[in-house]
């Protein structure tokens, strides 16, 4: 069943969006070599609690940690550990999803640690351009599977994988609901896009194979199966009348 928010719904969707946009803008000074995940999601949890906020992922499901911290080969879900410290050159996804008077705000940006490599540097900037082209095709009366024409149209040609274990997704009071929202494209219509809507849009874009593996261990950790890179952004995005508003969009 998709969720078509109210008025009331919305403006506390627009304050937990906004807030999840502060937090992310915060964390970015401290994204720099020599930390480690853990601190970047201590300083997350010590940001949202301070402002009378919780953390959505922890707990969820079982995850343990208030962020996500996804370095280089892995795609999403990494958990934020005291080993894991940030080098130059480095690539980190962080993903954070605070819930504001009971609505969840849900973004994520990929930063760079110090230089990237050339090609590193294109992947991440092709990530943030296919998320616009994405969000770009959001209005009442397209389709969802046109999020992810548009997005495989401009990053299959240069030869990226484009990751389909996991998609965009509703959110509101709930962490995930409907519809989902494929990055790639599946060769069927899907449901129409509605005013009043709430959805992220978040491609993971891979070096190289769009095929992934999930960590047997602890569950959660999501790499790319040959190792190569991979890059994510994502916005919560609200279908308006005439288009759509971006609800985590950075000040």
Known sequence: ??????????????????????????????????????ELNDIAEDYTKRHGHRSAPLGYKGFPKSICSSINQVVCHGIPKKEDILKDGD???????PVVDGYIGDTSRTFFV?????????????????????????????????????????????????????????????????????????????????????????????????EVNFDKLDKWTVRTKDGKWSAQFEHTVLVTEKGYEILTKED
């Open 1 to 38: 069943m998709i969720y078509i928010k109210n008025k009331s719904e919305i403006e506390k969707m627009r304050k937990a969006g906004a807030f999840a946009a502060k937090l992310l803008n915060y964390l970015a000074p401290f994204v720099k070599a020599g930390v480690s995940t853990l």
């Open 91 to 97: 690539i980190i996804n962080l993903d954070v999803s």
């Open 114 to 210: 110090g230089t990237p490599a050339p090609e590193i540097r294109q992947l991440v900037e092709d990530t943030e351009r296919a998320m616009w082209i994405g969000i770009e095709q959001v209005k009442p009366g397209a389709r969802v599977d046109e999020i992810g024409n548009a997005i495989d149209d401009f990053l299959s040609p240069k030869g990226y994988g484009i990751v389909r274990d996991l998609m965009g997704h509703g959110v509101g009071r709930n962490f995930h609901e409907e519809p989902q929202i494929p990055h790639f494209r599946m060769g069927r219509k899907l449901a129409k896009i509605e005013a009043g809507m709430i959805f992220t849009v978040e491609p993971m874009v891979n070096q190289g194979t769009w």
